[in-house]
C-alpha cells in the first residue's frame, strides 16, 4: 500500500510538471513585463504633477499665451518717425553732379510724425489684451480637457490590472487542477471529457487574457503619451483601497452643478471674452475710419525763399473714399455671431452638466450595489471550491459555473468602481472645477 501510494504521487509530479513546461508563456503572461521597459508605480497626484510639467500639448498651448502678450506689447508701441534728406544729384547747365557750389550748393532734411487720433492705439491695446485672456482660459480648457482624459484611462488601466490579476489567479487554480485532472485520467479515475473541458476552459480564460492585455497595451501608450514619456514605460497605477465618502452627490444638487459650471467653465468664459473682443474690434474698424495727423517740419538750405528756410507739415488724408465701411461691417457681423456662439456654447454647457450629472447618480447607485468587501473572501472561496472539486464533492459543471460566476462577478465590481470615479471626474470636468476628489 505505501509503495503504491509513492508511486502516484511520484507519478502526479511529473504529471504535473509536464503541464506547467507545456504551458510556460500562459501563466508568465498573464502579468509579465518586458524586461527592456521600466516599471513606474505612480499615484494619481504624482500624475497629474507629471502631466502638467510634461505634456506635450500643454506646452505648446503655453506659447499661444506668450504670443498673445507679444501682440499687446506691439499694440501699445508708437508709430516710428520718418526722416528724409533731399540732395542735388546732377546740374545739367553745367554737367556736375553733386555740385558743392555755394550758390547752387542744395539740400533738403525733414521730420514727421504720425499722430493717431480716434482712440486707436488704446482701442487696439484693449482688444490685444482680450487675447491675452482668451489664449489664457483656452489653455486652461486644454488643461481642463486633457486632465479628465488622464484621470480617466488611469482609473480604466487600474481597475483593468486588478481584473488581469484575478484572470492570473483563474488560469493558475485552473492550471493545477487541470495537472491533477490529466493525472487522475491516466489513472482511469476521470473521463476524458473533464479533461477536455478544463483545456477548453483554461483556452477560453487566456483568449479572454489577451484581448485584456491589448486593452492594457492602449491604456499604457495612451497614459504614457499624456505624461509626455519619451521613453516607454510599465505605468502600476495606485488608487486608495476604498472610496472617500465625500465622493457622493449628496453634496451637490444639479442646480449648484449649473451655477458653478457657469461661472468656471473656461469655454463658456471663452465665448463670454470673444463676445467682448468682438464688441472691441467693432470700436477698433470705426477708429480706424478717423483720419490720421501728420506732423512735421524740414529745413530747405537753399530753396526758392531763399537761404536756411525752415518749415512746418501738417497732413491729414481726406475721408472721400474709403471710411472703412467693409471692415466696420464685416465686424459688425461677427460680433453677432460671437454672440450666437454664446448662445449655443450656454445652451451645450447646460445639456452637459445634466447628461453629466444623471451619470453619476447612475454609477453611484449601481457601485452601491456592490459593497466594498464583495470579493473580499472570493479568493478564499475560488481555493474551497477548488478542493471540493478535486475531493469531486462537486461536479465539474458546478465547478466551471462558480469560475464562471466569480469571473463576471469581478469583471463587474472592477468595472462599477472604474465608472463611478471616472463619472465624478467627467462631472467635474463639465463643472470647471474639482469638486470631487479622491
Given at each position: 500500500?505505501?509503495?503504491?501510494?509513492i508511486?502516484?504521487?511520484?507519478?502526479?509530479?511529473?504529471?504535473?510538471?509536464?503541464?506547467?513546461?507545456?504551458?510556460?508563456?500562459?501563466?508568465?503572461?498573464?502579468?509579465?513585463?518586458?524586461?527592456?521597459?521600466?516599471?513606474?508605480?505612480?499615484t494619481?497626484?504624482?500624475?497629474?504633477?507629471?502631466?502638467?510639467?510634461?505634456?506635450?500639448?500643454?506646452?505648446?498651448?503655453?506659447?499661444?499665451?506668450?504670443?498673445?502678450?507679444?501682440?499687446?506689447?506691439?499694440?501699445?508701441?508708437?508709430?516710428?518717425?520718418?526722416?528724409?534728406l533731399?540732395?542735388?544729384?546732377?546740374?545739367?547747365?553745367?554737367?556736375?553732379?553733386?555740385?558743392?557750389?555755394?550758390?547752387?550748393f542744395?539740400?533738403?532734411?525733414?521730420?514727421?510724425?504720425?499722430?493717431?487720433?480716434g482712440?486707436?492705439?488704446?482701442?487696439?491695446?484693449?482688444?490685444?489684451?482680450t487675447?491675452?485672456?482668451?489664449?489664457?482660459?483656452?489653455?486652461?480648457?486644454?488643461?481642463?480637457?486633457?486632465?479628465?482624459?488622464?484621470?480617466?484611462?488611469?482609473?480604466?488601466?487600474?481597475?483593468?490590472?486588478?481584473?488581469?490579476?484575478?484572470?492570473?489567479?483563474?488560469?493558475?487554480?485552473?492550471?493545477?487542477?487541470?495537472?491533477?485532472?490529466?493525472?487522475?485520467?491516466?489513472?482511469?479515475?476521470?473521463?476524458?471529457?473533464?479533461?477536455?473541458?478544463?483545456?477548453?476552459?483554461?483556452?477560453?480564460?487566456?483568449?479572454?487574457?489577451?484581448?485584456?492585455?491589448?486593452e492594457?497595451?492602449?491604456?499604457?501608450?495612451?497614459?504614457?503619451?499624456?505624461?509626455?514619456?519619451?521613453?516607454?514605460?510599465?505605468?502600476?497605477?495606485?488608487?486608495?483601497?476604498?472610496?472617500?465618502?465625500?465622493?457622493?452627490?449628496?453634496?451637490?444638487?444639479?442646480?449648484?452643478?449649473?451655477?458653478?459650471?457657469?461661472?468656471?467653465?473656461?469655454?463658456l468664459?471663452?465665448?463670454?471674452?470673444?463676445?467682448?473682443?468682438?464688441?472691441?474690434?467693432?470700436?477698433?474698424?470705426?477708429?480706424?475710419?478717423?483720419?490720421d495727423?501728420?506732423?512735421?517740419?524740414?529745413?530747405?538750405?537753399?530753396?526758392?525763399?531763399?537761404?536756411?528756410?525752415?518749415?512746418?507739415?501738417?497732413?491729414?488724408?481726406?475721408?472721400?473714399?474709403?471710411?472703412?465701411q467693409?471692415?466696420?461691417?464685416?465686424?459688425?457681423?461677427q460680433?453677432?455671431?460671437?454672440?450666437?456662439?454664446?448662445?449655443?456654447?450656454?445652451?451645450?454647457?447646460?445639456?452637459?452638466?445634466?447628461?453629466?450629472?444623471?451619470k453619476?447618480?447612475?454609477?453611484?447607485?449601481?457601485?452601491?450595489?456592490?459593497?466594498?468587501?464583495?470579493?473580499?473572501?472570493?479568493?478564499?472561496?475560488?481555493?474551497?471550491?477548488?478542493?471540493?472539486?478535486?475531493?469531486?464533492?462537486?461536479?465539474?459543471?458546478?465547478?466551471?459555473?462558480?469560475?464562471?460566476s466569480?469571473?463576471?462577478?469581478?469583471?463587474?465590481?472592477?468595472?462599477?468602481?472604474?465608472?463611478?470615479?471616472?463619472?465624478?471626474?467627467?462631472?467635474?470636468?463639465?463643472?470647471?472645477?474639482?469638486?470631487?476628489?479622491?
Open positions: 500500500m505505501q509503495i503504491s501510494l508511486i502516484s504521487i511520484l507519478f502526479f509530479g511529473l504529471t504535473l510538471a509536464q503541464s506547467l513546461r507545456a504551458q510556460p508563456a500562459t501563466l508568465g503572461g498573464a502579468l509579465a513585463i518586458p524586461a527592456r521597459v521600466d516599471t513606474l508605480a505612480l494619481l497626484p504624482e500624475a497629474e504633477a507629471a502631466f502638467l510639467g510634461t505634456n506635450f500639448a500643454l506646452l505648446a498651448e503655453r506659447f499661444n499665451i506668450s504670443a498673445a502678450q507679444a501682440e499687446v506689447i506691439q499694440a501699445r508701441l508708437f508709430d516710428n518717425p520718418t526722416i528724409s533731399e540732395r542735388n544729384l546732377f546740374n545739367p547747365n553745367n554737367g556736375r553732379f553733386f555740385e558743392h557750389n555755394e550758390e547752387r542744395q539740400v533738403v532734411g525733414g521730420i514727421e510724425q504720425l499722430v493717431q487720433l482712440g486707436k492705439r488704446r482701442k487696439a491695446v484693449a482688444y490685444a489684451r487675447g491675452v485672456e482668451i489664449a489664457e482660459l483656452q489653455f486652461t480648457d486644454l488643461v481642463r480637457t486633457l486632465r479628465y482624459e488622464l484621470r480617466e484611462n488611469f482609473v480604466t488601466l487600474y481597475y483593468r490590472q486588478q481584473t488581469q490579476a484575478m484572470y492570473a489567479r483563474q488560469i493558475t487554480a485552473l492550471q493545477r487542477t487541470l495537472a491533477i485532472t490529466q493525472a487522475q485520467y491516466q489513472r482511469g479515475n476521470v473521463p476524458l471529457k473533464e479533461v477536455v473541458r478544463l483545456k477548453s476552459q483554461l483556452f477560453e480564460l487566456e483568449s479572454e487574457l489577451k484581448d485584456l492585455r491589448n492594457i497595451a492602449e491604456d499604457q501608450s495612451e497614459l504614457n503619451l499624456l505624461l509626455g514619456s519619451r521613453q516607454p514605460r510599465y505605468l502600476r497605477p495606485v488608487l486608495p483601497a476604498s472610496t472617500p465618502a465625500s465622493l457622493s452627490l449628496n453634496t451637490l444638487s444639479l442646480g449648484q452643478a449649473l451655477d458653478t459650471a457657469r461661472t468656471h467653465r473656461p469655454d468664459r471663452v465665448s463670454v471674452a470673444t463676445v467682448r473682443q468682438q464688441k472691441q474690434n467693432v470700436g477698433v474698424q470705426k477708429s480706424l475710419a478717423v483720419p495727423l501728420t506732423l512735421g517740419t524740414f529745413y530747405d538750405h537753399n530753396g526758392a525763399v531763399g537761404l536756411h528756410y525752415t518749415g512746418l507739415t501738417v497732413g491729414m488724408p481726406l475721408p472721400v473714399f474709403n471710411r472703412n467693409g471692415n466696420i461691417r464685416l465686424a459688425e457681423a460680433h453677432q455671431g460671437s454672440q450666437q456662439a454664446l448662445d449655443q456654447q450656454e445652451a451645450t454647457l447646460v445639456n452637459e452638466v445634466t447628461e453629466a450629472y444623471r453619476a447618480q447612475e454609477a453611484e447607485r449601481l457601485a452601491e450595489a456592490f459593497p466594498a468587501d464583495y470579493f473580499a473572501d472570493a479568493d478564499r472561496l475560488l481555493d474551497g471550491v477548488l478542493r471540493s472539486y478535486q475531493r469531486k464533492a462537486i461536479t465539474l459543471l458546478e465547478f466551471l459555473d462558480f469560475l464562471d466569480y469571473k463576471t462577478g469581478v469583471i463587474q465590481f472592477n468595472q462599477s468602481r472604474a465608472e463611478r470615479l471616472n463619472a465624478f471626474d467627467k462631472l467635474n470636468e463639465q463643472i470647471g472645477q474639482q469638486v470631487f476628489s479622491y
